[in-house]
């Protein structure tokens, strides 16, 4: 390995009588494709990640029973049938020369139906179904159905299973007094509660025989009030491995904690110190994880010592062939994961199969395929913006003769004024992948350009990804010198420090992000981000929680919509709750059913329920949305040129770079057959 680009990472594992290529783990993600009934478009997203070079690969989570589905028929392994479902998937692995494991995954009381059950009934505060509570017989039928989901996974060609303890899934539920109030020998102290996963451990181990690889994924940090401490989590860790684990993995934190774990603001690698903390503790392979997304990271983190594998689970929707292209040295192309769980979990949770924003083929590798253009044709792609960049690679990938034009000197479209943004610095990489990936595809680049009719009358396609413009808005004083739009202030706009943002979309709370944060010169700190959301280093506390530390801000900032309700409420589903929670901390006033009356010398007049007020404000930033751009679209197609109109100029409203990118995708398709 002396002459590997990254040693640690790509060093085999010996894990019983089987050797993993690399210490790369693909971390279980349910992604939508589990409950098809059939198999093939799971083969196909996991055989494309073993071709690309992961070591051991989980698959999203799979119940033991129906009292354990995540929502009404959810992925089972209860019988012979599901088996043969299964086997398409583990064929298609190992063809490509991979190795993967399924997780089991009882959902308890988090389950999304009325049949869900848990140790003692006390309903989440994450779902709406309280859940029964299971009888002693209950416990155990629970426990032989998980040992018969192991065996039937054997026979279904898988390499190991991964039983999920963390999370705060069932097993979690039973190992935390908080979920778990039972007086029989399941429940009350810590010993006595954390027999149900000792002994799901022990009978699996005992049925599916030595060599079958047993991951059990551990809750290192619980981020819930009365969770584990470390001593008792450490005393788990040991008793497992003695039960029968192969490997240790890490979770971090309950679905229901109000700590983010993933979001793209939490700094790459910020938990791999408790992953650490473990070592030495047990002699399994510890497997450590949480935004970990690219080569460098993960080597830092194994040669550290931190733990034995990294598991990287959204990086590998991002770019399948990110541990081939490590190996030849080429980390800079790959395509790298984001963390803005745009694609992946805000569509599950709003049950939409799951994608990849900078990766729209992920999960979609049968559906959106890549052919070559029979007849090659002169393209012009107007706009550099995500939508464009993405359009401009395919097709020239495709065999097209690409030029892409924008007027900027740069190429990034909007997403140079979303880098800009407190938090969210790996749009960064997405830029940084175009660059390189239009340079391997020969694209005609031509910045600083702006572009008309003539330029384009000679091509024989024209992708128009012009994009979107702010929109203006039309009231007394709408252009006092206090306006300003979001555009001027995230291009250095002298702010003053009392502010009102009108519009409380995506833009609106990043703008109020960006005006609200404390700059330390330094990109994303660990040591603030622990202490802002409360996070106890030194995990003397129970669930690893301590006060978190006052936030300041500084700016005074209103942030307002016209509408009723909750600010906020279009954001991500699993990010939003993050952006109101931060703001609310820097003390933001949100405003709802506001209306803009006026904006002169003493500041922004609203009514706010019909209730007038003036806002003693410096600056008003205008944040209400966009308007398309695409003057061009009528004069080429009287010219008789094909056109095809993406992304923001097709449809600004509920425009994001998802869609964007993806259109640029569909369109060169579009133009190759
Ligand atoms: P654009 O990015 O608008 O690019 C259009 C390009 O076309 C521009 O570069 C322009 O110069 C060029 N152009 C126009 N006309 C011509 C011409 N005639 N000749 C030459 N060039 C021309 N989206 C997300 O999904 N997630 C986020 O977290 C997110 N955060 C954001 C934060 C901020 C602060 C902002 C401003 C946007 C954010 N977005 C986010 C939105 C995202 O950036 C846009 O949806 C995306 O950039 C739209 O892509 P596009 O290719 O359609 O157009
Ligand atoms: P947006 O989400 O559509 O929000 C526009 C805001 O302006 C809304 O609050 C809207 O609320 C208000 N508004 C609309 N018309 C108005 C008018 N005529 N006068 C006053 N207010 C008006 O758009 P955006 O914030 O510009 O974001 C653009 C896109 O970028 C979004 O669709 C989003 O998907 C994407 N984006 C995503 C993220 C992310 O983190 N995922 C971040 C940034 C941007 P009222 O009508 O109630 O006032
Ligand atoms: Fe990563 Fe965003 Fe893609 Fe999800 S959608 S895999 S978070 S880049």
Same mark, same amino acid.
């Given at each position: 390995?002396?002459?590997?680009?990254?040693?640690?990472?790509?060093?085999?594992?010996?894990?019983?009588?089987?050797?993993?290529?690399?210490?790369?783990?693909?971390?279980?993600?349910?992604?939508?494709?589990?409950?098809?009934?059939?198999?093939?478009?799971?083969?196909?997203?996991?055989?494309?990640?073993?071709?690309?070079?992961?070591?051991?690969?989980?698959?999203?989570?799979?119940?033991?029973?129906?009292?354990?589905?995540?929502?009404?028929?959810?992925?089972?392994?209860?019988?012979?049938?599901?088996?043969?479902?299964?086997?398409?998937?583990?064929?298609?692995?190992?063809?490509?020369?991979?190795?993967?494991?399924?997780?089991?995954?009882?959902?308890?009381?988090?389950?999304?139906?009325?049949?869900?059950?848990?140790?003692?009934?006390?309903?989440?505060?994450?779902?709406?179904?309280?859940?029964?509570?299971?009888?002693?017989?209950?416990?155990?039928?629970?426990?032989?159905?998980?040992?018969?989901?192991?065996?039937?996974?054997?026979?279904?060609?898988?390499?190991?299973?991964?039983?999920?303890?963390?999370?705060?899934?069932?097993?979690?539920?039973?190992?935390?007094?908080?979920?778990?109030?039972?007086?029989?020998?399941?429940?009350?102290?810590?010993?006595?509660?954390?027999?149900?996963?000792?002994?799901?451990?022990?009978?699996?181990?005992?049925?599916?025989?030595?060599?079958?690889?047993?991951?059990?994924?551990?809750?290192?940090?619980?981020?819930?009030?009365?969770?584990?401490?470390?001593?008792?989590?450490?005393?788990?860790?040991?008793?497992?491995?003695?039960?029968?684990?192969?490997?240790?993995?890490?979770?971090?934190?309950?679905?229901?904690?109000?700590?983010?774990?993933?979001?793209?603001?939490?700094?790459?690698?910020?938990?791999?110190?408790?992953?650490?903390?473990?070592?030495?503790?047990?002699?399994?392979?510890?497997?450590?994880?949480?935004?970990?997304?690219?080569?460098?990271?993960?080597?830092?983190?194994?040669?550290?010592?931190?733990?034995?594998?990294?598991?990287?689970?959204?990086?590998?929707?991002?770019?399948?062939?990110?541990?081939?292209?490590?190996?030849?040295?080429?980390?800079?192309?790959?395509?790298?994961?984001?963390?803005?769980?745009?694609?992946?979990?805000?569509?599950?949770?709003?049950?939409?199969?799951?994608?990849?924003?900078?990766?729209?083929?992920?999960?979609?590798?049968?559906?959106?395929?890549?052919?070559? *253009?029979?007849? +090659?044709? !002169? $393209? @012009?792609?107007? =706009? &550099? #913006?995500?939508? /464009?960049?993405?359009? %401009?690679?395919?097709?020239?990938?495709?065999?097209?003769?690409?030029?892409?034009?924008?007027?900027?000197?740069?190429?990034?479209?909007?997403?140079?004024?979303?880098?800009?943004?407190?938090?969210?610095?790996?749009?960064?990489?997405?830029?940084?992948?175009?660059?390189?990936?239009?340079?391997?595809?020969?694209?005609?680049?031509?910045?600083?350009?702006?572009?008309?009719?003539?330029?384009?009358?000679?091509?024989?396609?024209?992708?128009?990804?012009?994009?979107?413009?702010?929109?203006?808005?039309?009231?007394?004083?709408?252009?006092?010198?206090?306006?300003?739009?979001?555009?001027?202030?995230?291009?250095? *706009?002298?702010? +003053?420090? !009392? $502010? @009102?943002?009108? =519009? &409380? #979309?995506?833009? /609106?709370?990043?703008? %109020?992000?960006?005006?609200?944060?404390?700059?330390?010169?330094?990109?994303?700190?660990?040591?603030?981000?622990?202490?802002?959301?409360?996070?106890?280093?030194?995990?003397?506390?129970?669930?690893?929680?301590?006060?978190?530390?006052?936030?300041?801000?500084?700016?005074?900032?209103?942030?307002?919509?016209?509408?009723?309700?909750?600010?906020?409420?279009?954001?991500?589903?699993?990010?939003?709750?993050?952006?109101?929670?931060?703001?609310?901390?820097?003390?933001?006033?949100?405003?709802?059913?506001?209306?803009?009356?006026?904006?002169?010398?003493?500041?922004?007049?609203?009514?706010?329920?019909?209730?007038?007020?003036?806002?003693?404000?410096?600056?008003?930033?205008?944040? &209400? #949305?966009?308007?398309?751009?695409?003057?061009?679209?009528?004069?080429?197609?009287?010219?008789?040129?094909?056109?095809?109109?993406?992304?923001?100029?097709?449809?600004?409203?509920?425009?994001?770079?998802?869609?964007?990118?993806?259109?640029?995708?569909?369109?060169?398709?579009?133009?190759?057959?």
């Amino acid at each position: 390995m002396a002459d590997s680009p990254y040693p640690h990472l790509l060093e085999p594992l010996q894990v019983g009588s089987i050797t993993l290529k690399n210490r790369v783990l693909m971390g279980s993600m349910h992604v939508g494709l589990e409950e098809d009934w059939s198999y093939e478009k799971m083969g196909a997203y996991f055989a494309e990640r073993a071709k690309g070079g992961v070591g051991l690969m989980v698959t999203g989570g799979i119940a033991p029973n129906r009292q354990g589905w995540l929502k009404p028929f959810a992925a089972k392994m209860s019988n012979q049938i599901e088996v043969r479902r299964h086997r398409t998937l583990t064929d298609a692995v190992h063809a490509a020369d991979g190795r993967i494991a399924m997780q089991i995954l009882h959902a308890g009381r988090y389950g999304y139906h009325p049949i869900s059950a848990a140790p003692s009934a006390i309903k989440s505060p994450i779902t709406p179904f309280g859940p029964f509570a299971l009888s002693g017989r209950g416990v155990e039928n629970t426990i032989d159905n998980f040992v018969r989901c192991a065996q039937l996974a054997q026979d279904a060609g898988y390499d190991g299973v991964e039983i999920m303890g963390s999370e705060g899934y069932l097993i979690n539920q039973f190992i935390v007094r908080h979920t778990n109030k039972r007086t029989d020998k399941w429940g009350g102290e810590y010993e006595a509660r954390i027999q149900f996963p000792l002994e799901i451990v022990r009978r699996t181990r005992a049925a599916v025989g030595p060599d079958f690889v047993l991951i059990f994924r551990l809750s290192l940090l619980d981020l819930i009030p009365d969770g584990s401490t470390w001593e008792e989590v450490v005393m788990l860790a040991k008793a497992l491995e003695e039960a029968g684990v192969s490997i240790l993995n890490t979770g971090i934190g309950w679905h229901e904690a109000r700590v983010p774990t993933i979001a793209t603001m939490v700094p790459r690698g910020a938990f791999t110190w408790v992953t650490r903390k473990l070592k030495g503790e047990v002699s399994v392979p510890l497997v450590t994880s949480n935004r970990i997304n690219t080569p460098e990271v993960a080597e830092e983190i194994l040669a550290r010592g931190d733990a034995d594998m990294v598991s990287m689970a959204r990086p590998l929707l991002a770019d399948p062939d990110f541990v081939n292209k490590a190996a030849a040295g080429k980390s800079q192309s790959i395509n790298t994961c984001i963390g803005c769980n745009q694609a992946c979990l805000d569509h599950i949770f709003s049950n939409k199969r799951a994608s990849c924003l900078v990766n729209p083929r992920a999960c979609f590798e049968t559906e959106l395929p890549k052919p070559t *253009a029979p007849r +090659g044709l !002169k $393209v @012009a792609v107007v =706009g &550099a #913006g995500p939508g /464009g960049l993405s359009a %401009a690679c395919e097709a020239s990938e495709m065999g097209h003769q690409v030029t892409l034009f924008d007027a900027q000197t740069e190429i990034g479209g909007q997403f140079n004024l979303a880098k800009q943004i407190p938090g969210k610095e790996e749009f960064y990489e997405t830029l940084r992948y175009f660059k390189g990936r239009l340079a391997d595809a020969k694209v005609d680049v031509k910045l600083g350009q702006m572009v008309g009719l003539e330029e384009l009358k000679g091509f024989d396609a024209v992708v128009l990804a012009t994009g979107v413009k702010p929109r203006e808005l039309r009231f007394d004083g709408a252009d006092h010198p206090k306006m300003l739009s979001y555009v001027d202030v995230l291009q250095g *706009a002298e702010v +003053g420090e !009392k $502010v @009102a943002i009108i =519009g &409380a #979309g995506g833009i /609106g709370f990043d703008v %109020a992000e960006f005006l609200t944060h404390v700059d330390h010169g330094e990109g994303p700190n660990l040591q603030d981000f622990l202490s802002e959301w409360g996070i106890d280093e030194s995990h003397q506390t129970r669930g690893g929680l301590v006060p978190a530390k006052q936030a300041s801000s500084p700016r005074e900032v209103t942030l307002m919509q016209r509408r009723k309700g909750k600010l906020g409420a279009g954001l991500g589903k699993t990010t939003g709750w993050i952006h109101r929670a931060q703001l609310k901390k820097r003390g933001v006033t949100m405003l709802a059913e506001v209306a803009y009356e006026k904006v002169d010398d003493a500041g922004l007049h609203i009514k706010v329920a019909g209730e007038p007020q003036v806002l003693d404000v410096d600056h008003v930033v205008v944040c &209400a #949305g966009q308007t398309s751009f695409v003057p061009l679209q009528e004069p080429l197609q009287a010219a008789g040129v094909k056109v095809k109109v993406i992304g923001g100029a097709k449809l600004a409203a509920e425009l994001d770079a998802r869609r964007a990118i993806r259109e640029g995708m569909e369109a060169a398709i579009a133009l190759s057959q």
